[in-house]
C-alpha cells in the first residue's frame, strides 16, 4: 500500500511539472514572434521637383531723367515705383549629403509691376510723363541650404530676366517739340535671396522665399519732333519680393 501511494504522488508530480514546462514554453513562443518596432528613415531632398508659386513685389524703383546732347547730366526728376503681384511655375534638382544640400532652379512668372508719374518739369521746359511695366521676369540660380529632416533653410542667386515697357514722354513749352522714349526689349540683371522649404509629405513641400532683383541699365533714345534734337532717358529697375510656393518631388 505505502509504495503504490508514493507511486501516486510521484506521477502527481511529473504531471504538475510538465504542465508547467509546457505553458512556459508557450509564452516563449509568443514572444519569439513580437513584430519589431518600424524603422524612421530620415528625409532625403535629393530629387528633381516641379511646382507653382505667387508673390508679391514692392520697394522697387527706377529714377528716370533726361538729356540731349547739350547736355551732361541725366537730370534726374522723377522715379518710378514698381509694386504689385505675380505668379508662375518653377522646376529644379536637389542633392543631399549628409546635412548638406545643393541644386539648381529656374522659374518663369507672370507679372502685373507697374508704376507711372504725372506730368512734372523736367531739363530745358520740358514737360515730361511716363509709365513702365514688367510684364514678366524670370531667373536661373544655384541653391546652397542646410537641412534639418523634413526643413531646409537656403540662400539662392543668380541670372534674371524681365521684360519691361518703359515709356517716357516729353513735351517742349517753348518750342512746342514733342519727344517719346519707349524701350520694350528685355532687360538682364541678377536675383539674390533665400528662404525656409518644408516637407509635408515624401513628394509635397511648401516653401516661403525672399528675393532682390536688378536688372541693367539702359539708354533710350528719340528724336524730337520737329527734329531739333536726340533725347535720351535711362532705365535700371528693382525690385524686393515675397513669394509663396508648393513643389511635388519625384
Same mark, same amino acid.
Given at each position: ?53 505667387? #508673390?508679391?513685389?514692392? =520697394?522697387?524703383? +527706377?529714377?528716370?531723367?533726361? &538729356?540731349?546732347?547739350?547736355?551732361? $547730366?541725366?537730370? @534726374?526728376? /522723377? ?96 518750342? #512746342?517739340?514733342?519727344? =517719346?522714349?519707349? +524701350?520694350?526689349?528685355?532687360? &538682364?540683371?541678377?536675383?539674390?535671396? $533665400?528662404?525656409? @522649404?518644408? /516637407? ?51
Amino acid at each position: 500500500m505505502k509504495s503504490r501511494s508514493s507511486l501516486r504522488i510521484a506521477t502527481a508530480a511529473l504531471a504538475l511539472i510538465g504542465s508547467i514546462s509546457v505553458t512556459h514554453a508557450a509564452d516563449l513562443a509568443v514572444a519569439a514572434v513580437e513584430p519589431a518596432a518600424p524603422i524612421d528613415y530620415a528625409f532625403s531632398w535629393t530629387g528633381f521637383y516641379v511646382g507653382a508659386n505667387v #508673390g508679391y513685389a514692392f =520697394d522697387g524703383s +527706377n529714377k528716370v531723367g533726361a &538729356i540731349d546732347q547739350t547736355n551732361k $547730366g541725366l537730370n @534726374e526728376f /522723377a522715379k518710378f515705383e514698381y509694386k504689385g503681384v505675380f505668379g508662375g511655375l518653377q522646376a529644379g534638382y536637389n542633392y543631399q549629403f549628409g546635412s548638406a544640400v545643393v541644386g539648381l532652379e529656374g522659374d518663369i512668372q507672370a507679372a502685373d509691376l507697374s508704376d507711372k508719374f504725372n506730368p512734372t518739369f523736367g531739363p530745358w521746359h520740358y514737360i515730361f510723363h511716363g509709365k513702365s511695366d514688367i510684364n514678366w521676369f524670370g531667373t536661373v540660380r544655384p541653391r546652397v541650404g542646410f537641412a534639418w529632416d523634413r526643413a531646409l533653410f537656403y540662400a539662392t542667386g543668380g541670372l534674371a530676366v524681365a521684360g519691361v515697357d518703359h515709356s517716357v514722354a516729353g513735351y517742349g513749352v517753348f518750342t #512746342g517739340a514733342t519727344v =517719346d522714349m519707349k +524701350n520694350d526689349d528685355p532687360l &538682364i540683371g541678377y536675383v539674390v535671396g $533665400g528662404g525656409i @522649404e518644408y /516637407a509635408i509629405t515624401d513628394n509635397w513641400t511648401a516653401r516661403i522665399e525672399y528675393q532682390y532683383l536688378k536688372f541693367e541699365r539702359k539708354t533710350v533714345s528719340a528724336t524730337e519732333v520737329p527734329p531739333l534734337y536726340t533725347d535720351r532717358t535711362q532705365e535700371e529697375p528693382n525690385f524686393q519680393s515675397v513669394r509663396l510656393g508648393i513643389n511635388y518631388k519625384f
